[in-house]
């Protein structure tokens, strides 16, 4: 599946790492980086990101 | 470039210190931060953004015991533990146990009973034509949502909002003087925290407290202990906020009675009149922080264990970030920064935010030409703000 966020809505508030810490990263600065081809194994886990992404900027495009 | 010479200082400790006056204004259009009585403030939206999430700072309230000469206790062990103050892993454990039950989608089946609660407290005072919002509306709305949330009997209330208030107590400078009572306060929300603990752990249900009872992430889950805890800082951080936020919110819009026409005329609005009132009006006047390593920013260097405070009203209204920075609901804008941000985000946004939208509807709905009855009365500017006492005469819409 694909993960995009939306650049212009993420304030990288890094709560996504936390549901998906495979996926989802702040580096050094505090900007969020992340995979865009994420295996079906961790469905669950990226939707937790979405849920609980405090700007609704994560969406899965299958 | 800011000289230091040119550096603004702003005295927060002076209980006439305004965050809606020229002098703050004047010192955010001459550099991005200022020197306070505390360490640093932030006045820029662009630099709270970056320095806001910046890894090398941390939450700033974590010592407040202490620096108020409180080294052990009930209060002590609570505040120390808190999810507000922890950091790194200890922090993101307990915040990914939390964050699921948070999410919209289980909100959702809360928000008709919210609906029903704004139009009984309204239907109350209606005929009267007057209100005393704080104590009417703002401060049972704000308790009976956290009932709602929590499963408490709602009829209980009186005693939550005694137990928040007294717990916010906390917070003010006389700690000291006012520890037995928030102690005392502290065990009796232990109390109500650990029935309902106790109870979902017999009888699961779709609510909430169920819901965190049974969170689950490979294995790991929240103890007694730790669940306790946080329903404690539920109903610490969600109450006292949400009620001022509202009558901060209401004060905004007697103050610009077009944009309430909009709303009332738009109730599709309600969601961007919250976002509008928290950027202009926030409860939260500031989110603190502590640097954690020595570090150069921009012009500035800042020793480790810096105190740093983020002004939210000031970054939400830089004409840098918002042209035209007057509240207007029809505005496309960037976020603030009322609910915090980073790791520490505000756990119950999605709930505030939804909560407040279906009061402002309503209230819209069926209030116009609001205007002051009497003598309203404020909390001073510092950290946490909002009316006191905010007695409102209105016509019936
Ligand atoms: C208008 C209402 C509210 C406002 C203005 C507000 C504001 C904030 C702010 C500014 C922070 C960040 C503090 C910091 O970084 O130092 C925060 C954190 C928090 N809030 Fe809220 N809040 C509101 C409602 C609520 C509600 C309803 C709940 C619970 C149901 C809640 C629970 C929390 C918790 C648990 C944290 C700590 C999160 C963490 O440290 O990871 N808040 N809130
Ligand atoms: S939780 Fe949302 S806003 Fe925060 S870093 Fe992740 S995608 Fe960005």
């Not at chain 2, 983020?310 to 804008?333: K, L």
């Amino acid at each position: 599946m694909k993960v995009i966020v939306d650049r212009t809505k993420c304030d990288n508030h890094g709560q996504c790492t936390f549901a998906a810490p495979t996926v989802f990263r702040l580096d050094e600065r505090g900007i969020l980086q992340y995979e865009e081809n994420v295996d079906e194994s961790l469905r669950d886990e990226v939707e937790e990101a979405s849920d609980v992404c405090p700007a609704q900027a994560i969406r899965i495009s299958d | 470039m800011t000289t230091e010479l040119d550096v603004p200082y702003l005295d927060i400790a002076d209980p006439g210190f305004a965050m809606h006056s020229q002098a703050v204004r004047d010192a955010r259009a001459r550099s991005w931060y200022a020197k306070t009585n505390y360490g640093y403030a932030i006045l820029r939206h662009e630099y709270v953004s970056t320095l806001l999430k910046d890894p090398r700072l941390r939450q700033g309230s974590a010592k407040w015991p202490e620096h108020n000469g409180v080294h052990s206790g009930l209060f002590y062990d609570w505040w120390t533990k808190c999810l507000l103050v922890l950091e790194g892993e200890d922090h993101h454990r307990i915040r990914r146990l939390l964050n699921p039950a948070f999410s919209l989608k289980h909100l959702e089946p809360y928000l008709p009973r919210f609906e029903a609660l704004a139009d009984e407290l309204i239907d109350d005072f209606l005929p009267n034509g007057q209100v005393e919002f704080v104590n009417e509306f703002a401060q049972p709305y704000a308790t009976r949502v956290l009932c709602i949330l929590l499963g408490i009997p709602e009829s209980e209330w009186p005693t939550i909002a005694r137990l928040a208030s007294t717990i916010g107590l906390a917070l003010g400078v006389t700690l000291q003087q006012d520890l037995a009572e928030v102690e005392a306060a502290i065990a009796e929300l232990y109390v109500y925290a650990e029935d309902l603990i106790r109870d979902r752990q017999v009888n699961p249900g779709p609510d909430l407290i169920s819901r965190l009872v049974e969170a689950n992430r490979n294995g790991d889950s929240l103890s007694d202990d730790e669940l306790r805890n946080a329903l404690c800082l539920l109903i610490f951080g969600g109450m006292d906020t949400t009620r001022n936020q509202l009558g901060l919110g209401v004060m905004s819009f007697l103050q610009h009675p077009e944009q309430w026409e909009l709303l009332a005329a738009h109730p599709e609005l309600a969601p961007a009149a919250v976002e509008e009132v928290m950027r202009t009006n926030p409860t939260t006047t500031w989110v603190t922080r502590e640097t954690v390593v020595d570090f150069d920013y921009e012009e500035l260097h800042i020793d480790a264990g810096t105190t740093v405070h983020f002004f939210t009203q000031v970054s939400g209204t830089d004409p840098q970030a918002y042209p035209n920075p007057e509240i207007d609901i029809t505005a496309e804008r960037v976020g603030h920064y009322g609910f915090g941000g980073g790791m520490h985000h505000c756990l119950g946004h999605f709930v505030a935010r939804a909560d407040m939208a279906i009061a402002l509807r309503a209230l819209s709905s069926k209030m116009t030409n609001l205007r002051i009855n009497g003598v309203d009365e404020w909390m001073p500017d510092s950290g946490n703000t909002g009316p006191v006492l905010l007695p409102l005469a209105f016509d019936r819409r």
